[in-house]
């Protein structure tokens, strides 16, 4: 079946820290975002990319960085620069840019 | 800047009774514009989009949207609701061109079904 997978569903890590978190989709899309999700302001833009090799930063990029060397892959890695990494992680793919979006389970990161 | 506002931050509901949800964007031109639904825990389930054409949208499990350019709004309707829809509602609007496009998402609505 095609789809987006997210692991891990559930992430738990030491303050300081850098953490990857894993995204997958093997529907052939073109572009690839990462959100953020906390609780009462919906989604807000991390990172996209377009196309392989090259990415973009969202609204809220400072202390997060991606790669995007697979069609297939766009891993996050929080850096122990996020000053409030725990909060719960989305990554959604689309055919173009400007098409709906496809959603993963999301990654819920706690920082202890 | 572009926006999207929900107003509501959460409705209840009885079973079997309609429902509207409410959002209102902010953009100098048309969006491309998109209703998500969010079950707890889960991703987003895309439930319909307007590109262009008719206003009045259907999409899956029974919603139906309507875009009004005057109003720059695009609600959310259901003529009866299940148990099953409670969930949170994410109104979303599509911006920009070739150079650059992104979706801007609104905070949610959370709808709460009653028996």
């Known amino acids: 079946d095609g789809g987006i997978t997210q692991s891990p569903k559930y992430l738990f890590r030491k303050e300081g820290q850098n953490v990857t978190l894993s995204c997958e989709q093997n529907?052939?899309?073109?572009?690839m975002y990462w959100y953020r999700q906390d609780p009462g302001q919906g989604l807000r833009l991390i990172y996209y990319?377009?196309?392989?090799?090259?990415?973009q930063k969202g609204d809220i990029a400072e202390g997060y960085s991606v790669s995007r060397e697979k069609k297939e892959s766009f891993p996050l890695t929080v850096t122990s620069a996020q000053k409030n990494p725990t909060a719960f992680y989305l990554c959604?793919?689309?055919?173009?840019?400007?098409?709906?979006?496809?959603f993963g389970q999301g990654t819920r990161l706690t920082v202890v | 800047a572009q926006s999207v506002t929900q107003p509501d931050i959460h409705i209840t509901v009885s079973e079997g009774a309609s429902l509207e949800l409410r959002c209102n964007y902010s953009?100098?031109?048309?969006?491309?514009l998109f209703w998500y639904v969010q079950s707890p825990g889960q991703g987003l389930q895309l439930l319909l989009k307007?590109?262009?054409?008719?206003?009045l949208v259907q999409g899956i499990k029974g919603f139906e949207a309507e875009f009004k350019r005057s109003q720059s709004s695009f609600n959310l309707r259901k003529p009866s609701v299940h148990w099953s829809d409670a969930a949170e509602y994410f109104c979303?609007?599509?911006?920009?061109?070739?150079?650059?496009?992104?979706?801007?998402f609104g905070a949610g609505t959370r709808l709460f079904v009653k028996a």
């Open positions: 307007y590109f262009s054409g008719d206003t």
């Open positions: 953009y100098g031109a048309t969006p491309y």
């Open positions: 529907l052939n899309h073109d572009a």
């Open positions: 979303a609007v599509g911006v920009g061109n070739t150079g650059g496009f992104k979706t801007i």
């Open positions: 990319s377009q196309i392989v090799n090259d990415f």
């Open positions: 959604a793919s689309s055919i173009r840019p400007n098409t709906e979006a496809f």
